[in-house]
Each structure stands twice: as C-alpha cells, then as structure tokens.
C-alpha cells in the first residue's frame, strides 16, 4: 500500500470536517426562516454521517481485496481492529441503523453484533473473515458497554442527527410535503404502545437468537439444524440462513445494499447470485423479505413522520440507556423545559416527528422521553425565549427564540 494511501485518513478526515462546518455555516446564513435553521443544520449533518459512517467514504482506504468479488465496499476496512487488536474486529459499536453487510465494519450496528454472538459466533474463534479472542458473552458486553456509554453522552440524538434510515424517512417527509400532502398522526393511546413494541420486538429477536444458539451456550439442540459446522461455524443447516434473524427484515439492510450497489461501492451483479430459495424468499445482502419490508416501511414513512423510529428496536436500547433511570440521572445530552415560561400552546407536541409529548405534558425540567430523538425541532417552533432548550453537560446547546416579535 502507499504513503498516499496509508496516510489518506490524516488528510482526508480533516478536510471533511472543514467542508462540512463551512456547509454548515453556508446554509445557516442562507436560511432566513428563523423556525427553520435548526432542521437545515440537522440535514447538512445527516448527509455528511451518511458519507462519513454510512457510506464509509471517507474513513478507507479502498480496494482491498478482503472479499474481492463484493467489490470496493468499505467493509474492507477493520476499524474494530485497528482500535482493539483481535479483541473487537467487527467495528465499533454505535446505535444508527447502518447495516454491517454492506458497510461492513467501520461503524457497526449493534443488533447485528448481539445477535451474532449469540448465534453462530458464541464460542467460535472465527467470524466473517476475522478471529475472535474473546467469548460471546464478552463481546456482548463490549457491544452494551459501547452503546450505552453513546447513549449516556448523546442519547437519541444519534437518532435524530447521525441515522442514515432517519435521513432516509426525512426525505419521504420533504417528498410529501412537496406534494403538499398532510401527515397522518396515530392517537396518544396508539402512539404509547407503538413506543412500547420497540421492547417487544428487540425481545423476540433476541430470544430467537438464544433458541438458535442454544447448542453452543447451553449443549442443547433447541431447533433441528442450528449446530454451527464448517470453518467459519455458519455451514450446518439453517445456520448459514437464519444466522441474525432481525436483520432477515431490517428495512435498512436492503436499502444500505442498494445504495452502496448504486455509487458503485458494491458489485450489483455479485450481490443478486447471492440468493436462495424462489422469489429471493432468502439471501445474505438482499430478499424479497427484506424488500418487502423496506417497501411497507416507505410507504407508512410518507404517511407518517419517521414512522420506523417509532417501532425501530435500536431507538429503544439507546433510549433506554438515556432516558430510563438511572441512565437518565447521568445523561449528558437532554431536553428541558422552563415551566414559567411555557404557556402550553402546544405547537411543540405537534411538530415532533415522532409525537412524543413529555416537553408538552411534564411540568419542567428534565422532557427528555424515549420516544425524543433531540431533533430540536420542537425548540426551533416554540415562540417563547427560552422555554426549551437542548443542553449537553448543562451547557445550552440550542434555545428557544421569541422569532414572533423578532419579526416585527
């Protein structure tokens, strides 16, 4: 490899950060609206993580032949291992829906990684092309260290600011707005128990994995055909099909696949002979399962604002870890509310995407609620000085603004 290239990282990261803090200031010059410069900062952000942790453009380097048939994807780039030696090889976990198959391991989706070992890789010193020194049940309390300690410094901010599957939903929301379509909203009632089914749902997937995985933890067979074999433990039977079971309907998956397929990242024509079974029922990269799932997503995104953040089973862990006590007592990155100064309009519970309604319905201090993603969106609208504001270490990071008399 060459200078140039081993040393691409030192130039290129830091070239990024500059065009993108100038991006940012651009855009916040041009825009006039005052209840709008916010979200323009949030979507410059948006679209630079997804370069940067999506896409994994930026961080490289490129070409190296690791699985040379998928072509020049970033997954080729071990950031886990340059980090943390043999000890954590996948990447580094972080809670923003950027599928590991296709992005591979820079930034690395957590539901991925606990289901994984869990099951095939519980004991097994093999992964995906790299060794493992360390037990599964380890290398799952490296992953909930991980994203717990993201959760406590950020919460779902990461959500709202850094998630390509957000920025995804956002443009179905521009899309709609464009067509000058009204949102549809659930009911409080229907809106509290989609929040509830995130838990349910991280549960089920979880317990599936323990079923499937239960001859390497436990030494029983649960499920016919689920006995790692081969060399890298994923050849026996259903393992090789059924190996992490969420992302068998993950909408990100599929669209993280064609994405990288379409800027030439990954090879379209390898990534469609890797399918099994009839109407591509299965497949490692994409499935009509899949498929099917990104598309009812879509359509129920445009209908509804950030509709899979409502029911998405990694919001739910990062929230827990942020907004649940005794997480949320340390939590750096929270929303809170000036009592005195709200005079319950309600404009703030209306334009939350995800129709949380705690910076409507507590009294003050501490709004912050697992359905929040700190979009801001809420601070941005609000017409009273200082009636919300966004704080990380209690240091006001965004606050509300008098933009009605401001504009007189």
């Known amino acids: 490899m060459s200078a140039v290239t081993e040393n691409s990282p030192f130039i290129v990261i830091p070239l990024y950060i500059v065009i993108v803090i100038i991006s940012a200031i651009f855009i916040l010059k041009l825009t006039k609206d005052k209840t709008r410069k916010i979200s323009s900062l949030r979507l410059i952000i948006q679209i630079a993580a997804v370069v940067a942790i999506f896409m994994g453009l930026i961080l490289g380097p490129f070409n190296v032949p690791l699985f040379q048939p998928l072509g020049p994807t970033p997954r080729d780039h071990l950031i886990g291992a340059d980090f943390l030696g043999n000890q954590f090889p996948d990447g580094i976990s972080f809670p923003v829906l950027a599928c590991y198959y296709p992005n591979g391991r820079t930034v690395t989706c957590p539901i991925w990684q606990l289901q994984a070992y869990i099951f095939p890789f519980w004991n097994h010193s093999r992964g995906y092309d790299v060794l493992y020194s360390t037990s599964g049940l380890e290398k799952i309390g490296i992953v909930v260290g991980l994203v717990a300690a993201a959760a406590i410094i950020l919460g779902r901010s990461v959500c709202g600011w850094l998630c390509p599957f957000g920025l995804y939903q956002d443009v179905l929301t521009r899309i709609r707005k464009s067509a ?229």
């Open 180 to 408: 000058r379509l009204r949102h549809l909203s659930f009911s409080d009632k229907n809106s509290v128990k989609l929040g509830q089914a995130r838990y349910v749902i991280i549960a089920i997937f979880l317990l599936l994995s323990v079923i499937f995985g239960s001859y390497a933890i436990f030494g029983t067979e649960l499920v016919p055909g689920t006995i790692p074999g081969g060399p890298q433990g994923t050849e026996a039977g259903l393992v090789g099909k059924i190996n992490e079971p969420f992302c068998l309907v993950c909408p990100a998956r599929p669209l993280c696949v064609l994405a990288e397929c379409a800027v030439g990242a990954m090879k379209y024509s390898y990534v469609s002979q890797i399918t099994y079974g009839p109407l591509w029922i299965e497949g490692f990269y994409i499935s009509s399962i899949n498929i099917a799932v990104l598309i009812a997503v879509t359509i129920l995104a445009l209908a509804y604002r950030r509709f899979w953040c409502r029911i998405c089973p990694l919001g739910a862990i990062t929230g827990f870890f942020s907004t649940f006590k005794p997480f949320k007592n340390i939590a750096l990155t929270k929303l809170e509310k000036n009592q005195q100064k709200c005079t319950k309009c309600g404009v703030c519970k209306r334009v939350c995407p995800t129709q949380a309604t705690a910076m409507y319905d507590m009294k003050g201090g501490d709004v912050t609620e697992s359905r929040c993603m700190l979009c801001a969106r809420c601070i941005e609208i609000c017409p009273y000085e200082g009636a919300l504001k966004m704080t990380f270490a209690r240091k006001t990071l965004a606050e509300s603004q008098n933009w009605l008399q401001k504009d007189k």
